[in-house]
């Protein structure tokens, strides 16, 4: 065994007995047979998803994780999880080695765009040197400078400031055009907008754990967009991606197949907890919003990230179940004390903006997303009833 990695137990990073077959679909055949992947950032939703569509198609998956305590029961012998320390140049290697496709999902929102970067660059140098064939890179529709405010296509402006987590997204971008361009690996961008389904923590379970403690309120007339994408179609694109034979960091948004209201999305989710909307009269208080709500927008995401680190640090002490406990039991308690959730009070330029993303390059070279509202929502409320226990 090397000095430098150790081999973990197969993948189970979600309850075992969770049935993906009634909220995804999967492919027949093994169009991946034979070909060896990595998937930085595979524990997490998105990745544990692309893992395990890829391990059904006959890929040799290995993940690496700095958790080691991520093992436990088959999922699925294709998946293999591999201890190692990213700031180790020798734990990287023994990842990457004999690595076909590289798909790189990381990225720690409880640290700073800078160690980020830094995350990325040890993966990149270390695919360069490996010899990995194709780097599949996960990016986000953040990078651009009119998210929210204006229709928009790969071609949209995305050099201007914004948050660090912009800022790194959009550098490790440019990083990767410079080195498909000196001839290190070819490569793909994927830029998803908000992604919901089974385990979305930012844009299903954090909804759910408020609306069914307090229930919902929205206001009355309120008609702001989600361009969101279901997680399979997502996974998809990845894995379109991963078949191009000439990526050229060439950039794809994914979205959906149109966008849904938010009114759709949070009536499907109070549905799924057994819960009613409740409409009433709410404006903005400011005439000309843009730059208070903007700041109001940064400030509520920065406190997230707080939020998340001080999570990761308490739950490194006490163990993730007991943090997930005491969350539990704060989101009751809020909810009891608050009452109702009001999502566009919290964020009306997010959830009032009406801004289309236009992802037509991912869908004609890549694949077409084929989950629309209905279907994505029908999904997502069995999940919810799943995983809340939740009987309607």
Known sequence: MNAHARRLGPLDIRPEDFDWARFG???KGRPWQGRTVVITGGTGF?????????????ASVTIPTRDKSRGGALIDPNIQLLAWDPADRASVAVAFAGTDTLFNLAYDVRRSGEANMVLYRAIADAAAKAGVRRFIHASSIAVYDGWLTAELDENSPSDGPGSAYKVAKRAMERDLEARVGRGDFDAAIIQPVNVYGPFSAMWTDAFVERIRVGGLALPRGFDGLNNGVYVDDLVDAFIAAGDLSHGRARRFIVAGPAPIPWTEMFA???????????????Q?????????????HALKRGLSGLAMQASARLASRIGASRVKALRSRLSAFRGRRSGPYRPVQEDPRFYMSLSVVHAERAASELCPPVVDAAEGLTRTKAYIAWRFGVKN
């Open 284 to 296: 903005p208080a400011s005439k000309a919003p843009e730059r208070a709500l903007g700041l109001a």
């Open 46 to 58: 998105i990745g544990a998803r692309l893992a395990r569509k890829l391990a059904h198609y006959g």
């Open 268 to 282: 499907a989710y109070s549905r799924g907890c057994g819960r009613t909307v409740e409409l009433e009269d709410w």
């Open 25 to 27: 679909r999967m492919a």
